[in-house]
């Protein structure tokens, strides 16, 4: 769900900067620097976090910061024609996004024993690549349906109940750490 998150993020307002606002690659890649920025920190933060919060609270943390991040980005993307309008949305999804993929990751591998590391590790990545494709798919194909304003909107609210579902799955993991 993570990744699905990220990459149909990144795709959708990818897309809608250059396309229906008209940016270049440049100037869309200097917007998403919010997102990286919020990723860093919370990644460099992951381990301190870690040691303080349980695995389960630092994942539908991270998924509620996600999905208010999302709203953001619907909520100020049309309001403001200043590219900058989209850094806080970015910002979060970024913050939100960094937060739960240490633990996530966490969550897995010690879920199973040693012995089966190697092979629960290449199905974890296979995972992590199946919802980066299905992330962009989903959310390209409803913003390419009409590339407007509402296309834009429809596909980050699609990704922003993704996000919802995501935390759902999340309040069903163990308690522990």
């Known amino acids: 769900m993570q990744w699905l998150?990220?990459?149909?993020?990144?795709f959708t307002v990818a897309?809608?900067?250059q396309v229906v606002r008209g940016y270049d690659a440049i100037q869309t890649g200097v917007i998403f620097t919010a997102a990286t920025l919020g990723l860093l920190v919370s990644s460099l933060a992951a381990e301190r976090l870690a040691r303080r919060r349980p695995q389960r609270?630092?994942?539908?943390?991270?998924?509620?910061?996600?999905?208010a991040g999302i709203a953001v980005l619907i909520a100020l993307a049309g309001g403001s024609p200043n590219p900058w309008a989209l850094a806080p949305g970015l910002l979060l999804i970024?913050?939100?996004?960094?937060?739960?993929?240490?633990?996530?990751?966490?969550v897995v591998q010690?879920?199973?024993?040693?012995?089966?590391?190697?092979e629960i590790s290449g199905l974890s990545r296979s995972v992590s690549n199946l919802?980066?494709?299905?992330?962009?798919?989903?959310?390209?194909?409803?913003?390419?349906?009409?590339?407007?304003?509402?296309?834009?909107?429809a596909a980050m609210i699609t990704l922003a109940v993704i996000g919802l579902a995501g935390l759902t799955?999340?309040?069903?993991?163990?308690?522990?750490?």
């Open 110 to 118: 010690s879920s199973f024993p040693e012995e089966e590391q190697g």
């Open 57 to 67: 609270t630092l994942i539908m943390t991270g998924f509620c910061v996600t999905i």
């Open 94 to 106: 970024g913050l939100g996004l960094g937060v739960m993929l240490t633990p996530s990751v966490n």
């Open 169 to 177: 799955a999340a309040t069903l993991l163990p308690e522990r750490n």
């Open 131 to 153: 919802g980066s494709s299905l992330g962009t798919a989903i959310a390209g194909t409803i913003l390419v349906s009409g590339l407007t304003s509402s296309a834009y909107a």
């Open 5 to 10: 998150l990220l990459m149909g993020t990144s």
């Open 15 to 17: 897309a809608y900067l």
